[in-house]
C-alpha cells in the first residue's frame, strides 16, 4: 500500500472553479511556517467566519502584538480596497467634492506635499496607497516577524485616516456601505481591533455598529495582562480607572467646517 505524499496546495490555481476558491482545508498555526504566517492565520480566520470578530482578533499564545496589530492593518486595508472599488460606482468628483462625514468635519488628504481638500474618492484611493507604501516600507516595516515599536507607533494615524472611508461610506453611500458590511463585517472588525488596542478614540468611532457598545468593549480590554496576573496576588482590589476621552483636534488632517485650516498632518504620513 502507497502513502500518498501529495503536498495540499493552499492557494488559488490559474483559472480555478467558484466552488473551489479559497477553499483548502485549514492549517494549524504552529505548523505554518513562513514569514507570513501571521497573514496567513488572520486570512485563515476570515475565511472561515468573518462575522466571528473576537475569534478573528483573538492572537494565537506567545504571539508578538506588534506583528499582529501591523498584520491586521495590512489586511483592513486590503478589504478597504474592495469598499473603494463599490464606492467608485456613485462616488466622484461631483457627488463628493470633498472628504466629509458628518457634517462637522472636513478631512484633508495627507498624500500631497501641502494637506488638500481632495474630492473623497480622490482621498480615498490617495489615503490607501499611502497606507500601503507605509505598511510596505522598507524603512519602517523591514521585516514582517518583528517590528519595532517606533513603526507599530505608525500604525495609529494609518488606523484614524482609513477610517474615514468607513465613516464616508456610511454617511454618504449607505447602501453601499451596508451591502458591503452585511458580508464583510470589516467596520465592525475594524472599530473593535481599534478600540481594543487602543488605536483611536471611541469619540472619533463615529460609525454605529449594530448592537455593539464601544464603551463596553472598551472595558473588557482595558485591564492590561500584567494587571490581571497582579491582581490575582493582590490582597486589595485592583482599581481600573478609565480613561478620560480624547478631545478631537485638528491636528490631524481635520478641519471643523466652521473653523479655519490651522495645520496638518502630512509630516506624520
Ligand atoms: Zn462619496
Ligand atoms: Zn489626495
Given at each position: 500500500m502507497t502513502v500518498s505524499t501529495v503536498k495540499i496546495l493552499r492557494r488559488n490555481p490559474k483559472g480555478c472553479k467558484d466552488e473551489e476558491f479559497n477553499n483548502w482545508p485549514e492549517e494549524p498555526f504552529d505548523e505554518m511556517?513562513?514569514?507570513?504566517a501571521v497573514q496567513q492565520y488572520i486570512q485563515q480566520k476570515i475565511r472561515k467566519d468573518p462575522s466571528n470578530i473576537d475569534e478573528i482578533l483573538n492572537p494565537p499564545k506567545g504571539q508578538d502584538l506588534g506583528t499582529w496589530k501591523y498584520e491586521h492593518m495590512r489586511q483592513f486595508c486590503l478589504e478597504l480596497n474592495k469598499l473603494t472599488v463599490k464606492l467608485q460606482a456613485e462616488c466622484n468628483q461631483e457627488s463628493c467634492s470633498q472628504m466629509t462625514a458628518t457634517e462637522q468635519w472636513i478631512f484633508l488628504c495627507a498624500a500631497h506635499k501641502a494637506p488638500k481638500e481632495c474630492p473623497a474618492i480622490d482621498y480615498t484611493r490617495h489615503t490607501l496607497d499611502g497606507a500601503a507604501a507605509l505598511l510596505n516600507s522598507n524603512k519602517y516595516?523591514?521585516?514582517?516577524v518583528t517590528i519595532k515599536e517606533a513603526s507599530v507607533a505608525k500604525l495609529g494615524s494609518v488606523c484614524r485616516r482609513v477610517y474615514r472611508i468607513f465613516s464616508h461610506a456610511y454617511y454618504h453611500h449607505k447602501t453601499i456601505y451596508d451591502e458591503f458590511e452585511n458580508e464583510s463585517f470589516l467596520c465592525k472588525r475594524f472599530s473593535v481591533f481599534s478600540i481594543k488596542y487602543d488605536l483611536?478614540?471611541?469619540?472619533?468611532?463615529i460609525v454605529p455598529i449594530a448592537g455593539m457598545d464601544f464603551n463596553d468593549i472598551k472595558k473588557v480590554n482595558s485591564i492590561p495582562v500584567t494587571m490581571c496576573e497582579t491582581a490575582l496576588v493582590m490582597e486589595n482590589p485592583v482599581v481600573v480607572t478609565t480613561v478620560p476621552p480624547t478631545v478631537a483636534t485638528?491636528?490631524?488632517?481635520?478641519?471643523?467646517?466652521?473653523v479655519l485650516r490651522s495645520s496638518s498632518d502630512s509630516s506624520e504620513a
Open positions: 511556517d513562513s514569514t507570513i516595516f523591514p521585516s514582517r483611536m478614540s471611541i469619540e472619533n468611532l485638528n491636528s490631524d488632517g481635520i478641519i471643523a467646517t466652521t
